[in-house]
């Protein structure tokens, strides 16, 4: 199935450089419905408020709601649980990684990345794009 | 007066009392306990007098000593002068690397957006731009010697702590953490490595492909999920 090139992506980073970084990134690979968020508990408003996110792409670390968190709310939320999710931190220890996982992360990129990275991630996620 | 010397001065008056031949016998019994109760006090005051004084001495050396020592470590230079210097660096590298990353961005968004149809105008806004971008990259300059300087204030703080800590005998007391500080150390991680990533994306991938099973990560990393 092919992937849909306008459904809307939720980036959520409490760093607005970084989420300027990913919006470029993203409309490089051909995704420009993307929306921003700074920080796990405005993301969670946001996808509970109707719009039918076709991707999360989040940091860890942020307060008060970190990506961790979000992730979980998310696979709780029978609404929401669907959703891909793909977690971005600087730091990757193998109990996080693992733990993200546990928790239903469908993939997990390290900072710093190029947008190659981000794509094959996207690519494991969504399907070839 | 120390309680030694007025035991002497006790026993001389009963000296004089007992040299002016008074005929009173019951004076002289008085007299005679009197001087049993000085030789008494003298032995048990002249002890107590110089152990408390030894203390006092003591602890007196030791007051001087810390306040020299608090004085060598220059508190209010530091206080007043060198970590207000430091953390105002550090805010101007956030603020310079921020305003060169905004530049740049801002450039490349340009390019991207910009009308490649006539080459000649659109190699001369690229040229222009890349010329704008070089010039941004000064901040890295900029920011080192900052970085530098925050380095050495951090420097002579801990050489400064660690010599007080030594001199004395300092040892590290319990601390308590802040409701704050319990729930960042419990749900935010503690940012990039210095050494790169604790696991590469490589390994985090063959995780997330199948080709490496949690137990192939180590029991340790495992039993950090339930420690």
């Keep these: 199935m092919a992937v849909d090139m306008n459904m809307p992506v939720l980036v959520v980073d409490d760093y607005k450089t970084m989420c300027r970084i990913m919006r470029n990134l993203l409309k490089q690979l051909g995704f420009s419905n993307v929306d921003e968020a700074a920080d796990g508990a405005e993301a ?3 996808m509970q408020s109707g719009k039918d996110f076709g991707l999360v792409i989040s940091d860890w670390n942020m307060e008060p709601m970190t990506g961790y968190e979000l992730l979980k709310q998310v696979r709780s939320d029978e609404k929401l649980k669907g ?9 990757s220890k193998t109990e996080n990684v693992i733990a993200a996982k546990r928790a239903g992360v469908n993939n997990y990129i390290v900072k710093p990345f190029n947008a190659a990275t981000l794509k ?5 996620v969504l399907g070839s794009f | 007066m120390p309680a030694f ?9 009963l000296d004089d009392i007992k040299a002016a031949d008074l005929d ?3 004076l002289m019994e008085v007299l005679s306990l009197a001087e049993n109760l000085v030789e008494t006090m003298k032995i048990f005051f002249g002890s107590i007098d110089h152990s408390v004084i030894d203390e006092f001495q003591h602890i007196a050396q ?3 000593r810390t306040r020299e020592e608090i004085a060598a470590l220059r508190p209010n230079d530091i206080h007043g002068s060198r970590i207000p210097t430091a953390g105002a660096e550090l805010e101007a590298v956030v603020g310079d690397t921020e305003r060169a990353t905004e530049n740049i961005m801002t450039l490349a968004e340009d390019i991207m957006a910009a009308d490649a149809s ?12 890349m010329m704008q971008m070089i010039e941004a990259c000064s901040f890295q300059d900029i920011t080192g010697q900052r970085v530098s300087k925050v380095v050495a204030t951090l420097s002579h703080i801990e050489e ?9 005998g300092v040892l590290d007391a319990e601390s308590e953490e802040t409701d704050k500080e319990k729930w960042q150390n419990e749900n935010l991680l503690n940012g990039p490595q210095l050494d790169g990533p604790a696991t590469g994306q490589e390994a985090i991938d063959a995780l997330f492909d199948g080709e490496t099973s949690e137990a192939a990560l180590g029991q340790d990393d495992i039993d950090n999920l339930f420690d």
């Design chain 1, 44 to 46: 969670l408003q946001k």
């Design chain 1, 83 to 91: 959703t891909p999710f793909i977690m971005i931190t600087a730091e």
């Design chain 1, 120 to 124: 094959a991630k996207m690519s494991s």
């Design chain 2, 5 to 13: 010397d007025v035991a002497n001065r006790i026993r001389d008056a």
């Design chain 2, 24 to 26: 009173d016998p019951r």
């Design chain 2, 62 to 64: 030791y007051i001087n």
């Design chain 2, 118 to 129: 006539d080459p000649v105008a659109y190699k001369e806004k690229v040229d222009n731009a």
């Design chain 2, 160 to 168: 400064r702590v660690s010599r007080f800590a030594e001199v004395m």
